[in-house]
């Protein structure tokens, strides 16, 4: 094996590692995560707030953390996720990917690769029937977004979604509140 092929073999096995560690979450062996049953992408489309989160390594010290979705000419969905750093009137720090239809029976899993070759699960595991509330996961339940429209949530609906969570099987002893 040449010294190149070596090196990409040792490039490939540290990212993996690496990427694997961007979790605080342990994974979780309950039933497969249900998403929802169907998602009309073109509703789901533009800014939303992230209202709670699972902490992770590449989400560290943000504030007013938002995601904005935009439709691509070639049917890919742009990601945009801005946050704050450091407090809400820090620097922006921005990231931009790109998501694609998994499951096109329902729109409701996606893959978002944010850079080559690595790709991740967006699984939308609750959605309002208006669109205002989302919450966003993957198959071990290691991550975990709450989405809103707005940057401030109805602590009664932020309840209710906590135990529609609960019954999911997510541990929310690692949820945190996200500033905004």
């Known amino acids: 094996m040449n010294s190149v092929c070596k090196f990409y073999l040792i490039f490939l096995s540290f990212m993996i ?6 979790s605080k979450v342990p994974k979780n062996s309950l039933p497969e995560l249900q998403t ?3 998602v009309d992408l073109d509703r789901y489309l533009g800014k939303w707030y992230e209202i709670a989160r699972y902490p992770h390594s590449f989400e560290e010290g943000c504030y007013a953390a938002t ?5 691509k000419k ?3 969905i742009q990601v945009t996720n801005q946050c704050r750093m450091g407090s809400l009137e820090g620097e ?6 790109r998501a694609t239809v998994s499951d096109k029976k329902t729109n ?11 790709k991740g699960n967006y699984w939308i595991v609750y959605l309002d029937p208006e669109y205002r509330t989302a919450v966003v996961s993957e198959p071990n339940r290691q991550f ?12 009664e609906t932020l309840t209710a979604i906590k135990e529609k969570l609960i019954k999911k ?12």
């Open 17 to 22: 590692i690496a990427l694997n560690g961007c």
């Open 36 to 38: 929802v049953s169907h």
């Open 67 to 71: 995601a904005f979705y935009e439709k």
């Open 74 to 76: 070639d049917g890919a």
């Open 92 to 97: 922006v720090n921005e990231a931009v990917g």
């Open 108 to 118: 409701a899993k996606l893959k978002v690769q944010f850079f080559w070759p690595f």
């Open 144 to 155: 975990l977004w709450i989405l809103s429209r707005t940057p401030k949530m109805n602590p």
């Open 169 to 180: 099987g997510f541990d929310l002893q690692y949820l945190i509140l996200t500033p905004q």
